[in-house]
């Protein structure tokens, strides 16, 4: 009995020993020298695999960065600032700036669940209704309301609202990927910069039909009509194809375009209440004090609160 | 009695509208003629704004290759060139015409002759093809001119007309062989001479006994014609099925029917060829089916193009009923439903097809059982229910090694399946994934 015990650990350790050898040198012939630096850098980056630098994931976009050795041109978006900073520590190059960024919806709707034009009842999918017939509001150029960025958006930051059918971005959440900017087949998404306070004016309209036609299409449409172009004192507005686009790289948000717009196709978002809106503050100087006023606005509205508790 | 070998289905005929005959849609106060009728890029407008046109008068010209020419459908003066709204809501290139009494141009003739000789060499009538504007009005309106240039080195054996009319309601073309038989014929011979083959092989589906006959009598005159009874499946008349229908032959995939020696060509083509060649009339009416269960009355009508849908329904049943659910443009296989009424009726639409409330609705998307039904239904031995999950997937890559752009879209797929599952649609999405990826790639 002892002795058949023996034998099998014997066999099976010499059978052992000998794929240990072979193993062995499989391994050293078929060693992956590996920069240890890429580990590191996809242990600091979110784990997202949003796709949003244009990489098919984050351990793509670490290898990217440690081949290039700086960070020129790329971007982890999700991440934003600390993330860069620390890549550039582990790099030993220079931080990236770049302004914070946040998705917009550049659609306001006129329509509501009652008011459906077509009953559309295919594919619930944005890129496939595009391909087949001008979508639910009649707009040309605007939201067809499938979803299609909801479903790209790996944060849970864009979701669809039942009444306007257009989908909200959740500023709180989105991380500016990208990945429904390039989900939308209408190229109604765009990337703007957050802004101070994260305070934002822009078009929310991309109809480029003319402006009796545009006007007929959505009451919230963008006509064309430039006095936006006219009133903006820094040249952010620029109107093509009947069709108002401000450049946020320029916008001081003053809003002086807000009011004149004759369709309310301008969207002003993150402004204090209306009864703040009389305050003249539209120069570029006064911006500089907004900020502290803001400030202690919603520090003052939780103070009540627990007062009332 | 033959038909095609793999996959089809067999969906209510409906052909309600048989006995109508063809009547005349009279012209409205203002036309609008997209410029974008026909598979291809659009042409480009040659009138100006207060420009005086003719019935038949070139008003957009083929610059491209894959274009066909379009045609002033009434005579009156242009009010503007402006991107109108088409039948799905799209905005597309067109040309509005405010009518002005009804003045044809010179060189149409207008008698109700019927020539039978034609002299013209097979070039010249291709060439001819291409300043008439002529395209297939089977549906997929490919520019005509096109196909009948045989590319080198390929030759043609068959010639095939497509009369199967083979989507359910659909009735014209069943209406132009019983009262236009004989023009039918002539054009039929006019594209046997342009491509020199020895015969010409007119397909039409047994469930059309009296145009079988009408067509075999009027066959015996002309030579080369051979009429073909075949059994009642859809897709019957899409080209390919046809092609295995008629000589047996499949069309390898990605390869073209020319590559097995057929062209095929509509019936309604034909019939446009004869009044083209013989008549000098260029593609400027349509011969639509206006019909539905729910309506009172069925019609066929003769239109000019770029009448739009409420004129054509105005003149034909008055109104639509309270109920209508929905309006299609083509048969209930592969038809799309028109969004917008107030648009202009173009090249190869063949029917206005009013749905009530009830049958225009879809049943609610259920799981896949894994029945197999769509693989059993696919005329082309496609995968249904793999393309779909490859799209929900993203896997496009797949997609496309599973052959995806051999789909024709005729929608057996969807028609046979018992979860309702949207697979048409779906692989229609993959195939638009496949063919971005594709220009991508390039």
């Known amino acids: 009995m002892t002795q058949q015990i023996l034998i099998a650990v014997i066999v099976l350790g010499l059978i052992g020993a000998f794929f240990a050898v072979v193993l062995y040198f499989v391994a050293q012939k078929f060693k992956v020298v590996e920069d240890p630096l890429i580990d590191e850098v996809a242990e600091v980056l979110p784990g997202a695999n949003c796709g949003g630098c244009g990489k098919a994931g984050c351990r793509a976009f670490a290898e990217a960065c440690v081949a290039q050795g700086n960070m020129d041109g790329l971007r982890c978006a999700p991440g934003g600032e600390p993330v860069a900073a620390k890549i550039a520590e582990l790099l030993g190059c220079a931080v990236m700036q770049g302004d914070p960024q946040v998705a917009v919806v550049r659609c306001n709707p006129s329509f509501c669940g009652d008011k459906r034009r077509a009953n559309y009842d295919g594919l619930t999918s944005c890129s496939f209704a595009a391909t087949v017939f001008v979508g639910e509001s009649g707009c040309a150029f605007g939201c067809l309301g499938c979803g299609d960025c909801v479903a790209a958006c790996q944060f849970d930051a864009i979701r669809m609202n039942p009444q306007t059918h257009t989908p909200e971005v959740d500023e709180a959440k989105c991380t500016a990927c990208g990945a429904c900017v390039k989900a939308c087949p209408r190229r109604i998404i765009e990337l703007r910069n957050k802004g101070r306070n994260n305070r934002r004016v822009f078009v929310s309209c991309v109809n480029k039909e003319k402006g009796a036609a545009a006007r007929k299409t959505c009451e919230n449409a963008c006509i064309g009509c430039s006095k936006c172009e006219k009133v903006c004192p820094v040249s952010a507005i620029t109107v093509a194809d009947s069709l108002s686009y401000i450049d946020f790289t320029k916008c001081i948000a003053c809003r002086k375009c807000v009011p004149e717009c004759p369709t309310k196709a301008i969207r002003d978002v993150n402004f204090p209440t209306p009864a703040k809106k009389a305050e003249p503050k539209p120069t570029p100087e006064a911006l500089g004090e907004p900020k502290t006023e803001l400030k202690v606005e919603p520090v003052a509205v939780p103070q009540p609160e627990p007062a009332k508790a | ?442």
């Open chain 2, 1 to 442: 009695m033959k038909t095609f070998k793999m996959g089809g289905v067999h969906p209510e005929e409906n052909k309600i509208s048989n006995d109508a005959a063809i009547q005349v849609v009279p012209v409205s106060a203002q036309m609008v003629v997209l410029m974008n009728q026909h598979l291809g890029a659009p042409a480009t407008p040659v009138v100006q704004k207060g420009d005086k046109v003719k019935v038949g008068q070139l008003i957009g010209e083929a610059q491209t290759f894959m274009c066909a020419n379009v045609h002033s459908p009434v005579s009156g003066t242009v009010l503007k060139i402006e991107p109108v709204k088409d039948a799905f809501g799209l905005l597309k290139p067109a040309v509005h015409i405010t009518v002005e009494g009804d003045e044809w141009m010179d060189t149409i003739d207008r008698t109700p002759d019927i020539k039978r000789q034609c002299d013209l060499e097979p070039a010249a009538i291709v060439s001819k093809l291409k300043e008439m504007g002529i395209v297939g009005l089977g549906g997929a309106t490919f520019p005509a001119h096109i196909k009948y240039s045989v590319p080198e080195g390929k030759k043609a054996e068959y010639l095939i007309i497509n009369a199967a009319e083979c989507e359910p309601y659909l009735t014209s073309d069943y209406r132009v062989m019983m009262e236009h038989a004989e023009e039918v014929c002539i054009g039929v011979s006019i594209l046997r001479k342009a491509l020199g083959v020895p015969n010409a092989y007119i397909g039409i589906e047994s469930n059309k006994p009296q145009a079988i006959a009408k067509m075999q009598e009027m066959a015996r005159q002309f030579e080369g014609i051979v009429i073909e009874p075949l059994k009642v499946k859809y897709p019957q008349g899409a080209e390919k099925q046809l092609i295995n229908a008629v000589t047996g032959r499949k069309v390898p995939s990605g390869k073209l029917p020319i590559d097995v020696g057929c062209v095929v060509s509509n019936l309604g083509t034909a019939f446009a060829v004869y009044e083209a060649i013989q008549k000098n009339k260029p593609l400027i009416e349509n011969i639509l089916t206006v019909t539905g269960k729910k309506l009172p009355t069925q019609h066929n009508c003769l239109v000019r193009i770029g009448t739009t849908y409420n004129d054509i329904i105005k003149h034909t049943i008055g109104e639509l009923p309270a109920t209508t659910g929905k309006v299609i443009s083509g048969g209930t296989m592969m038809g799309k439903a028109v969004v917008n009424l107030d648009a202009p009726t173009v090249k190869g639409n063949s029917s206005v097809l009013v749905m009530d409330g009830d049958e225009a609705r879809r049943n609610p998307e259920m799981a896949c059982i894994r029945c197999g039904k769509c693989m059993n239904a696919c005329p082309m031995g496609l995968e249904p229910y793999l393309f779909s999950a490859l799209v929900k997937a993203g896997r496009t890559e797949e997609v496309q090694q599973n052959n995806i752009l051999d789909c024709i879209e005729c929608g057996c797929c969807f028609f046979s399946c018992p979860a309702n599952k949207p697979l048409t649609d779906e692989i229609r999405l993959g195939k638009n994934r496949v063919r971005a990826m594709m220009a991508a790639k390039k």
